[in-house]
């Protein structure tokens, strides 16, 4: 791990200027630089950096960050990645945090193991280029597939010769031990039959005679590979792929084929394919598809969903026509949905994989073809689960699946879209969906969390009327309280405020007023890392010098500095739900009023989720009182705010 000391040397050295000028042509125009967005198809100049902030936007797309964002997005690197890049980019030297004995060990073993598996790469790829073995049969297996050579050295494509002994052998000459060649997965010691002269533990060659596919993890590491047996061997053999064994450097739910090879382009085109296999993988590249990836026959971990998300949002299932594609094509979408991807299928005519479609179509072909023929994932599932099916109970089954699948949607606007879509497909009243929706919700909220009882509503208070109880509320309003935070956190907007404990007066700036105000009914951000902003700068307000928006926009958590990047150069709308603050306004009734609207947020989300519970508790009559007490309260307690913001509302008492 790199010291807190370290990373702040970096990221004081890293000019914003010279690190975009080495991806992107800048021209200066007055106190900044412009140039055309990496990020985006970009056709007139919409990038800027700024040197005397030390960050860069683009106007067009939004990107925005510091230099350390920066090198992250456009190499698609990871933080620690690409502070060791701008390390070297300015001969820092880079200062790991201290280990014990155990962590040493450990890192010295998984380096090892990197190191092992990169000269097995190259020894692969050597044997198939350069012996008459790997010619004869490896090659020709890919020629047989209409690989070309660019892309067989591309994916580092090998071939691992017949004798059993030949790599482990060539390993030992070249120092490597046998413990990683094990611990790897490359070699495994085989046990003698009992009956056998020779009782001694042979070792193994774990690919021997088969055309070998490394797996390159997203920084380029190789982790594992995968090996085929080639055609003429694979009659009457169920297991025509062996891959690496789990290791400490490679489990297959973390991992996926040609993500390595496909980051840029699934970043450039906002969009990943999703395909089954190696040689779909390669065969799209081939025809000039990039960004795609495959997860090998298994159904998708949460891990490689947050992988993929960290390039898109946006994710085609790309399988064959038959029943097996349609299966896969519904495995571990519900994962999907739930992570917040945007999910399209495509199924490729009968007899055809996206190996041998990719061979038979040109790129602009192929693209074609997805464009018109991907299906909003929802409304495949619908016409696939719903098509001839006329029993009632199987019916009735498939559509509790869809909305199952609806339900784990996290934006509620999409989610309701769907709904709208699935009434008007299946027939189906949107009521009845909605309802049973709500209660697949509510029943998974339960699930996850231990049962506890109801908190009371707090009674109504004059300065801060809510409940004292935690909270989520409008992303908008909470939005614009963090932008008043790192604009402005250390501006005093109260004076001599009389601290209760002490006795003494006090001046309260920005991030303290809200911290202060928002405390006394423990109330906090749905976004944890709003929480994490404001309470930093409650802790470093009172800094020597401190500035807020410096301090943020080159905090060394790159989520939080890209955050800040942005709040300071884009403006927020505000939420219709709160009155229009004038621009003339001073700094603390904005502020005043944003509070206001945050709570009247929060108060109409609690009164959304107690007449929720109010549909579910039919026949509990004591429940229901309660709940109707709680309404009761909350609506007072809402049309104080709304008053106080100037928009009051009439509340039908239930």
């Not at 002269?197 to 993890?217: E, M, N, Y």
């Not at 038959?322 to 994962?335: K, Q, V, Y």
């Not at 749905?526 to 080159?554: M, R």
């Amino acid at each position: 791990m790199i010291d807190r000391q370290t990373i702040d040397r970096i990221i004081d050295a890293a000019d914003i200027v010279e690190v975009v000028s080495d991806f992107v042509t800048l021209k200066k125009r007055g106190t900044s630089y412009k140039g055309l967005c990496p990020f985006h198809d970009d056709t007139t100049p919409s990038f800027s950096v700024s040197p005397t902030k030390g960050v860069y936007k683009c106007f067009a797309c939004g990107e925005a960050g510091n230099a350390v964002g920066f090198v992250m997005k456009h190499e698609q690197m990871t933080y620690p990645e690409a502070l060791r890049w701008l390390a070297k980019k300015y001969h820092i030297e880079i200062k790991e945090k201290e280990l014990t004995n155990e962590e040493r060990q450990a890192e010295s073993e998984r380096e090892s193991m990197f190191i092992v598996n990169e000269w097995a790469a190259h020894y692969f790829h050597e044997t198939l280029t350069g012996t008459e073995e790997g010619q004869t049969y490896g090659m020709q297996y890919f020629r047989s597939r209409g690989i070309r050579d660019d892309i067989i050295k591309k994916f580092q494509l090998g071939y691992s010769l017949r004798d059993r002994n030949a790599l482990s052998l060539n390993a030992k000459t070249k120092g490597y031990k046998e413990e990683f060649l094990q611990k790897t997965g490359l070699c495994y010691l085989r046990e003698p039959e009992p009956n056998a002269k020779d009782q001694t533990a042979k070792f193994i060659d774990r690919f021997a005679g088969r055309v070998i596919f490394p797996w390159f993890s997203v920084s380029g590491k190789v982790v594992a590979f995968g090996g085929r047996l080639l055609d003429s061997r694979t009659k009457g053999v169920a297991q025509k792929y062996v891959n690496s064994p789990d290791s400490d450097i490679y489990h297959k739910e973390r991992e996926l084929y040609g993500i390595f090879q496909a980051k840029k382009a699934i970043a450039k085109e906002d969009c990943v394919y999703m395909v089954e296999g190696y040689t779909d993988v390669i065969a799209m590249h081939q025809c000039g598809i990039e960004n795609v990836v495959a997860n090998s026959g298994t159904a998708l971990s949460y891990h490689q969903i947050r992988t993929l998300h960290r390039f898109t949002p946006n994710i085609v299932l790309l399988y064959d026509g038959d029943e097996a594609g349609i299966h896969a094509a519904m495995r571990g979408t519900d994962m999907l949905l739930s992570e917040g991807m945007n999910i399209k299928v495509l199924l490729l005519p009968d007899g055809d994989d996206p190996d041998s479609f990719a061979r038979k179509h040109t790129a602009s072909d192929f693209r074609r073809y997805i464009d018109e023929h991907q299906t909003d994932f929802i409304v495949f599932k619908i016409n696939q689960m719903l098509n001839g099916v006329t029993d009632p109970i199987k019916r009735s089954e498939a559509v509790n699946s869809i909305v199952k699948s609806i339900s784990v949607i996290k934006d509620q606007i999409l989610r309701e879209t769907y709904v709208r879509e699935c009434a008007m497909r299946t027939g189906m009243a949107e009521q009845t969906i909605i309802a049973q929706m709500n209660k697949m919700i509510y029943n998974a909220k339960e699930s996850k969390e231990s049962p506890a009882p109801n908190p009371q509503p707090a009674t109504p208070a004059a300065q801060h009327p809510s409940p004292n109880i935690q909270h989520s509320t409008s992303n908008t309003i909470e939005t614009l309280l963090i932008q008043m935070v790192i604009r402005h956190g250390e501006e005093i907007i109260l004076t001599d405020v009389q601290d209760e404990e002490s006795g003494q007066t006090i001046n309260l700036n920005v991030a303290q007023y809200i911290n202060y105000d928002l405390s006394l009914d423990n109330l906090k951000f749905e976004t944890p890392i709003y929480n994490t902003i404001l309470a930093d700068a409650v802790q470093h307000c009172n800094d020597e010098g401190f500035k807020a928006e410096d301090y943020f926009t080159h905090h060394h958590d790159i989520e939080i500095s890209t955050l800040a990047i942005k709040l300071s150069t884009d403006d927020v709308k505000l939420a219709k739900s709160i009155a229009e603050i004038s621009s003339d306004s001073s700094l603390r009734s904005k502020v005043e009023q944003l509070i206001i609207g945050f709570r009247k947020e929060w108060i109409e989300q609690q009164l959304a989720e107690r007449r929720k519970q109010m549909s579910l508790a039919s026949g509990d009559m004591t429940k229901t009182l309660q709940l109707m007490n709680e309404i009761k309260q909350l609506q007072d307690m809402r049309n104080i705010l709304a008053r106080r913001l100037g928009n009051d509302i009439i509340v039908k008492r239930h």
